[in-house]
């Protein structure tokens, strides 16, 4: 397809993409960081495979968006939530991934109603990719025993990191345990 074929707002939809899948990458692999220095390495190799699969599916976006002649350019990465243990992370991670599904529905929707079916195609395939995501990522949650917050907190990149009714040694490490359970 040439690109003064493609509507405008299929290659918005592209950069957006492009914008989300990278802040997953950069999310995932800070951490798998995280989590090594908590010592966890079981949830550090999973949060190194999601960060893979988000990087395939940037790589996806570039492809596509070449072959639209249109240079790919990122706007803008999302801030890296912090929380202080697992849950907080997953919990994060489950906005992350459902802005994702969020998009690609919007966007592979769109596509139908202009017509473009290979564009369409090709959020759909992205869209069933992040449907996957988020039902792994809830199922880990129920792993560890479900969501814990409720309210505004489990949205907001700048939560402090020991909000909510929890308070328990985990969520208020000390600064001479930071070596194990290192934060930001
Ligand atoms: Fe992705
Ligand atoms: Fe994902």
Known sequence: ??????????????????????????QYMTQASLVGLWGDEAAADRF?????????????????MLSLGVAPAASQLHPVT???DLVGLLEHNAVLEQ????????ASRFCQLVGDQANGEFFAALLE??????????????ELGGRRRRGYARYGAMAPAN??????????PSQRDLSRRASF
């Open 1 to 26: 397809m040439e690109t003064d074929a493609v509507h405008p707002r299929v290659l918005g939809y592209l950069g957006r993409a492009l914008s989300l899948e990278l802040s997953a990458v950069q």
């Open 48 to 64: 190194r495979q999601e960060t893979v699969e988000e990087m395939q599916h940037a790589e996806r976006i570039v492809q596509q």
């Open 82 to 84: 912090h929380a202080a």
């Open 99 to 106: 802005q994702l599904i969020d998009h690609y529905d919007e």
């Open 129 to 142: 990719d992040e449907q996957h995501h988020g039902r792994d990522l809830e199922a880990w949650l129920q």
């Open 163 to 172: 909000n909510g009714p929890r308070g328990t040694s985990q969520r208020n």
